[in-house]
């Protein structure tokens, strides 16, 4: 990965698309992995480290049409199991949005004015179903 990133650029952390997160006996490879500043792990350089050995504190994935959402929803688990504060699975056919919240009942929202939960280091984000579909529609268009 060879990455050096400034703290600066970013306050709360680091968001890293398809990373290998290996922790729990097994490793999974969500579409958006969210690490918080200081759980990012370097290199003796201070580069970002090649190797995540814990859990994201937010993982997010969008189902494509071939992925079971089965054993998508149990990568999300297995992350809150290991100390993940946040998972969210986005639907993209359904226009919706199942959020798990560390230590909490899961919540499914679909109408565009549900607000969806975000983990504590993100708590001043505001962002709807409706605002994150439009994100979406945009970058696949």
């Not at 918080?36 to 970002?48: C, F």
């Not at 994201?56 to 504060?85: M, R, Y």
Request: charged share 20%.
């Amino acid at each position: 990965m060879m990455m050096q990133y400034s703290k600066s650029s970013a306050r709360w952390g680091i968001d890293l698309p398809e990373l290998r997160c290996t922790f729990g006996d097994r490793s999974i490879v969500p579409d958006i992995a969210v690490f918080t500043w200081n759980r990012i792990p370097l290199d003796e350089e201070g580069d970002i480290a090649n190797t995540f050995n814990a859990a994201p504190d937010w993982t997010i994935e969008i189902l494509s049409p071939d992925q079971n959402q089965s054993k998508v929803t149990a990568n999300s688990l297995h992350c809150l199991k290991f100390g993940c504060q946040m998972g969210w699975l986005i639907d993209p056919k359904l226009k919706s949005v199942f959020a798990y919240p560390s230590g909490q009942q899961p919540d499914f929202l679909q109408e565009p004015e549900h607000l969806l939960p975000v983990p504590a280091f993100m708590s001043n984000l505001q962002l709807t179903v409706g605002d994150l579909f439009s994100w979406l529609k945009l970058a696949i268009s």
